[in-house]
């Protein structure tokens, strides 16, 4: 499996948001990581089809990303994703496995998996109401996962999360990455250690590193030798 990105660009009415990035990402982790305003929402939101690039190419084993086959491959969970509070966890699973399409009863099936997988079994019937930031999050990521995703995009899932929450995050992504490409973008460097198998570096709308993470013995600190000032200000390297 292969997701081919082709110097894709994005470019808004006063800011080229995405510059040319050229990316070929296999299963694994990517850690997206970037200052507030690199890209990082600009160039997910293209990967899944909601925004259309200005230039360049995406393609998933062959598939273009306007395809439906190439949506069937994908789960995103966005930035600032809606809960419906009213709902059960459960309920909300059954409701986002049907707009996937899913048939009842798989839907109920795969939904109950998934609760289990993040650790919301029991909170299954619960409304999402009373949840924690981190419960929801979980039921965010298991949302994404409904389909089989080959393709799973998270779009700064730990924002908002406290330390224990952080780390039992950071254990659910880590099991994904062994069958799916699992693009994650933070910027919160620690978020990453010790999961991401490569790590893409995001400035200012351009990949300016991308290399093995287990090449990265100090990642805070090679993160503040990228980007300086920038990093340190931005509040993002704190553990
Ligand atoms: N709809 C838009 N119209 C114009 N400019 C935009 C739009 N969306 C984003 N931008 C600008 O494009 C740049 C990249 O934004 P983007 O949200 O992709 O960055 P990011 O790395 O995800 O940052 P953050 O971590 O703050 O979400 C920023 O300068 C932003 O202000």
Not at 27 to 39: D, K, R, S
Not at 47 to 52: P, R
Not at 191 to 219: C, F, N, T, W, Y
């Amino acid at each position: 499996m292969e997701l081919v990105i082709r110097a894709l660009s994005k470019q808004y009415p006063h800011k080229l948001a995405v510059d040319r990035v050229s990316l070929t990402l296999t299963p694994g982790i990517y850690g997206l990581l970037g200052a507030n305003g690199a890209g990082k929402t600009t160039l997910m939101r293209m990967l899944c089809g909601i925004l259309h690039p200005t230039g360049g190419e995406i393609s998933l084993d062959g598939l273009g990303v306007a395809q439906e086959e190439y949506r069937a491959c994908l789960g995103y969970l966005p930035q600032d994703f809606g809960y419906y509070p009213g709902f059960t966890g459960e309920e909300f699973l059954w409701y986002m496995g049907a707009l996937k399409g899913l048939p009842k009863a798989q839907a109920r099936r795969r939904a109950k998996e998934l609760l289990e997988l993040v650790g919301l079994s029991q909170a299954a019937k619960g409304k999402i109401k009373t949840y924690s930031g981190g419960m929801k999050q979980r039921l965010g990521i298991a949302q994404a996962l409904l389909g089989h995703p080959k393709l799973l995009v998270l779009d700064e899932p730990t924002a908002g999360l406290d330390p224990k929450e952080r780390v039992r995050f950071r254990g659910l992504i880590a099991s994904l990455g062994k069958q799916s490409i699992v693009l994650v973008s933070t910027h919160i460097v620690s978020d990453l250690a010790h999961i991401a198998d490569v790590i893409l570096l995001m400035k200012d709308g351009r990949i300016i590193h991308q290399g093995p993470a287990s090449e990265i013995a100090d990642l805070e600190g090679f993160y503040l030798e990228a980007f300086g000032e920038e990093g340190e200000h931005g509040g993002t390297v704190s553990l």
